[in-house]
């Protein structure tokens, strides 16, 4: 992985920072313009292309990709768009289209790509871009939402986003106040502003111990939440929420965007999946209603989650160079993306005959 600038000042910028850290943080090597091994670290298939590198890390897992792309990004106020969890693989999460916790700011992880290098079913190693013509414009509109069906990507460059820290957390309720918190959530998302990303989750949650007491082992509503503008903007826009219902769980606070994964909190264990997901272009009460029947307290499903998320703003938004992401609408609509993970022992057969 390299750390690229385009500029002299932000090449002084990295090399005055402590690569020495960044060493100690990643177990492949960091290398500078002379060190052996340089060239051949930085060099890809393409010799027309050579990156202009301060730093290269020679990653040797998702970790240290993750360490590499904080360190470059952090000193610039810059931050990459990352999933609910940033143990996601970067490749997967923006090949298929990469719905974020500041989508409704800066849109799907996929609008930001400038360039990949992938391996088609042919064999070829090929260099596709936004400037791409022909069949490489194809293939540039198609592996930007289209997830693995066009090759194997090997190498990605994209845009971050000038983010440092956000307030978000979540606030959790317990399951008497399921019905009043959902009915609330539906009539105040809509009119959020586009600093604002946020869903809601019926979660039934496993006896784990490394849960916090009070949602350990129960069935809780989490609404999720960022805001990129200040705490104060942030308690405002939730204090409605808060009104209809004393949370069980609090974790909303003022957070830098390395903390991110403290919004969703999404487990770091594998577990089986099993999920479906749909676009609604509205969310009546009947609608959050239906859901409570078939998934709420009382209903006894083997679905760990069930989570409903506002799309709009820049969601909405078309990229300037085109992809195949779709769920895209003009309207603040809602995205249920479904259902989720299933508890140990009870997906059944179902897990067998799902569709990817």
Not at 181 to 195: Q, S, T
Request: charged fraction near 20%.
């Amino acid at each position: 992985m390299t750390l690229s600038t385009s500029s002299t000042t932000s090449l002084d910028a990295l090399r005055a920072g402590d690569l020495a850290a960044l060493g100690a943080a990643v177990a492949g090597p960091v290398l500078q313009p002379g060190d052996p091994g340089f060239a051949e670290e930085i060099g890809g298939f393409n010799l027309a292309y050579t990156p202009a590198a301060a730093a290269v890390v020679g990653a040797t897992s998702t970790d240290d990709v993750a360490a590499a792309v904080r360190y470059a990004a952090a000193p610039h106020g810059l931050a990459p768009l990352s999933g609910s969890s940033s143990q996601v693989g970067v490749v997967g999460y923006t090949t298929g289209g990469g719905l974020g916790p500041m989508a409704r700011r800066y849109g799907f992880a996929a609008d930001h790509v400038r360039r990949f290098t992938i391996v088609t079913a042919d064999g070829m190693v090929r260099d596709v871009s936004e400037h791409g013509q022909g069949p490489d414009a194809d293939l540039f509109w198609a592996v930007r939402g289209g997830k693995g069906n066009f090759g194997i990507v090997t190498e990605m460059e994209f845009d971050l986003v000038p983010v440092t820290r956000f307030v978000g957390g979540a606030l959790m309720f317990g399951a008497d106040d399921a019905a009043a918190v959902l009915h609330a959530w539906r009539e105040w998302a809509p009119g959020l502003p586009e600093d604002t990303t946020t869903s809601v989750a019926l979660l039934r949650l496993p006896p784990d111990p490394a849960l916090p007491e009070p949602v350990r082992g129960r069935f809780v509503v989490a609404v999720r939440f960022t805001h990129l503008g200040s705490a104060e903007e942030g308690a405002a826009l939730l204090a409605p929420l808060r009104a209809v219902a004393g949370p069980v769980l609090d974790t909303s606070a003022d957070m830098p965007y390395p903390a991110i994964d403290a919004v969703h909190m999404d487990p770091v264990d594998p577990m089986p999946m099993w999920d479906r997901g749909t676009a609604l272009s509205a969310l009546p009460a009947e609608a959050v209603d239906a859901l409570l029947a078939v998934a709420g307290p009382q209903a006894d499903v083997p679905l760990a989650m069930v989570e409903i998320r506002l799309l709009g703003g820049a969601i909405a938004r078309r990229p300037e160079v085109p992809n195949a992401v779709a769920s895209r609408s003009p309207e603040p609509g809602i995205r249920s993306p479904g259902s989720a993970a299933c508890r140990p022992g009870r997906c059944g057969d179902r897990m067998s005959g799902r569709d990817q």
